[in-house]
């Protein structure tokens, strides 16, 4: 037995399923998770110190690499000063200054402690400004584990096969519309139904959580018209594509400004943090300028703004050489796989905006909803993650996420990884 093995099954008597986020525990692809020691630039070291290439990066945040010494240096000195006052701090103003430069449509901007809380308010938000009461969202899209945003989500759900929860009440439910990603004519349908009722629309401007689906044009422009024509509140959840797919986000990538963004991962360098922010007139309504309730014991927590100045100060001030390296590294990775496949007879499919990427085991040339991403080889492509993992390439656990890479992979790693890529496809 490894020591992962042996890990699992104590963790199993007393933490449910093994792990604190069930997408860690491998359901979607079989077998027993990695229990992870420790991580450093582009590696992670499992329990029995294996080293892998990771393009997970704890599911975003780690776009600077692992253990980046200028993220450690910022939390080292912030935790000399205590850990947490529950009153404001300058770096607030620091951080909220940072993102309304680097996403100028978030006129406002409120710290939280992770993107659930983001999307939750931000829906909240939404509902208080306009006095309406349903939300729509896209199905296979997951923005977080509150209640009305668990109704045909992705991630987990996907993977686990359940994508509304059980526990989410009927009364909360009916109000959640789900429209078809990247099908215009599903949300006009839904807005001649129910449009005097719809708060906002809520989007993964580019889909990770049903594998990496990128909008197709005119998608985001549609639903920025739907809204304008409803008074609707568009927000964009950012949490995975801030600060990844471009600096300013996906709305700066595609030039679409929404009236809400919600931010996460990235944006704490690693810490637990999220934020959500947007039209200053709208975010007036939150308390304690407005009505609509929101608090955090945590929230805007010292050390997580350090982590988080540090990481969007650094990707601010060299932003040009990080985003092309990440998106030419995604890139390379991703022609690379589909050159392996295609030589080992494999179809294989792949998508990819910025440091963003996604592979498709599918004849379908060109992937762009969830019905096709919900129709690959499974089997596939649980052998191929098993085969990458005894390589040494640790690939997010399910077929739903998107892959990341950061400025630490190395030409080298990317070329193994693709190496180790044409090996798997071999024995498939
Ligand atoms: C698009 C999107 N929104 C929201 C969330 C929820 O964020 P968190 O896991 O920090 O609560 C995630 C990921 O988990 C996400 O990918
Ligand atoms: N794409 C899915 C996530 O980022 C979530 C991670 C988790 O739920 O642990």
Redesign the pocket.
């Known amino acids: 037995m490894t020591r992962s093995e042996q890990l699992f099954a104590k963790a199993q008597q007393s933490i449910p399923g093994g792990v604190n986020?069930p997408?860690r525990a491998f359901k979607g692809v079989g077998g027993d998770p990695l229990f992870v020691s420790k991580a450093d630039g582009a590696y992670l070291y499992d329990a029995d110190d294996k080293a892998y290439i990771d393009y997970v990066g704890s599911?975003?945040p780690m776009i600077l690499g692992h253990n980046n010494p200028i993220i450690r240096e910022a939390v080292h000195k912030a935790v000399d000063n205590g850990l947490s006052y529950g009153a404001p701090t300058e770096n607030e103003i620091v951080m909220a200054e940072l993102v309304k430069k680097l996403v100028p449509s978030m006129e406002k901007v409120r710290m939280v402690?992770?993107?659930?809380?983001?999307?939750m308010t931000a829906i909240r938000l939404a509902r208080g400004y306009t006095k309406k009461n349903k939300l729509l969202k896209f199905e296979g899209?997951?923005?977080?584990?509150a209640d009305s945003?668990l109704v045909k989500a992705?991630?987990g759900m996907l993977t686990l096969g359940e994508p509304s929860s059980p526990g989410v009440p009927e009364d909360v439910a009916k109000h959640t519309l789900t429209a078809t990603f990247n099908d215009l004519d599903s949300v006009k349908a839904l807005f001649q139904e129910f449009g005097d009722d719809i708060a906002c629309i809520i989007v993964?401007p580019v889909?990770?959580?049903m594998n990496c689906i990128p909008p197709v044009d005119g998608f985001l422009e549609g639903l920025r018209a739907i809204c304008d024509e409803y008074q609707a509140v568009l927000i964009f959840?950012?949490?995975?594509?801030g600060f990844r797919v471009s600096l300013g986000g996906a709305q700066a990538h595609y030039n679409i400004c929404p009236d809400l963004t919600?931010l996460?991962?990235v944006i704490g360098g690693g810490m637990?943090?999220?934020a959500f922010g947007g039209k200053a007139e709208i975010m007036a309504c939150i308390a304690p300028e407005g009505p609509v309730y929101q608090a955090g014991t945590l929230s805007g927590n010292p050390i997580a703004m350090a982590a988080g100045i540090a990481a969007l100060t650094e990707l601010s001030t060299n932003q040009e050489s990080i985003y092309q390296d990440i998106t030419a590294k995604a890139e390379k990775l991703v022609t690379g796989f589909k050159a392996q496949a295609d030589k080992a007879g494999v179809a294989l499919t792949t998508n990819q905006v910025g440091g963003m990427f996604g592979f498709f085991f599918s004849t379908d040339e060109k992937i762009t909803g969830y019905k096709q991403a919900t129709q690959c080889n499974m089997e596939q492509f649980q052998k191929f993650y098993h085969l990458m993992l005894e390589e040494g390439v640790y690939l997010a656990p399910s077929a739903y996420e998107?892959g990341f890479t950061s400025t630490a992979h190395s030409d080298e790693d990317i070329n193994n990884t693709i190496a180790a890529a044409g090996r798997a496809f071999a024995k498939l």
């Open positions: 986020s997408v599911w975003g402690n992770s993107g659930t809380e983001a999307t899209c997951y923005h977080g584990h945003l992705g991630s993964e889909a990770g959580n959840d950012e949490v995975m594509t919600t996460g991962k637990p943090v999220g998107a």
